[in-house]
């Protein structure tokens, strides 16, 4: 099994900045795409952004410019940078991995963590 475990979250005030981390262990044989999605109450849930194992990244358009995405392979590791923050940008943040498990056939699939808080106000 798969446990990816999110961390970095807290309060900001509007302007600021904040690092999420995210941590992928257990049966692991590779990990293809990672994201970032994200969730404010009453609100769908929403990719905010992507990275593939090449480093191949995407974006929402409400947080291009502002956010960055990577990833250290080596170590499973996922990060999520985000500066210039606004109140929008409060919610709920979980990290995805599309993992292939050690001793499976090659079909990833997706894992969720649990989720960190993200909340931007003055």
């Known amino acids: 099994q798969v446990q990816l475990v999110e961390s970095g979250g807290g309060l900001v005030q509007p302007g600021g900045s904040l690092r999420l981390s995210c941590a992928a262990s257990?049966?692991?044989?590779?990990?293809?795409?990672m994201g970032w999605y994200r969730q404010a109450p009453g609100k769908e849930r929403q990719l905010v952004a992507g990275?593939?194992?090449?480093?191949?990244?995407n974006y929402a358009d409400s947080v291009k410019g502002r956010f960055t995405i990577s990833r250290d392979n080596a170590e499973n590791m996922l990060y999520l940078q985000m500066n210039s923050l606004k109140p929008e940008d409060t919610a709920n943040y979980y990290c995805?991995?599309?993992?292939?498990?050690?001793?499976?056939?090659?079909?990833?699939?997706?894992?969720w963590g649990q989720g960190t808080h993200v909340t931007v106000s003055s």
């Open positions: 257990g049966s692991i044989f590779s990990i293809i795409g």
């Open positions: 990275i593939t194992s090449s480093g191949r990244t």
């Open positions: 995805t991995a599309d993992v292939r498990l050690t001793g499976s056939l090659p079909v990833p699939s997706r894992y």
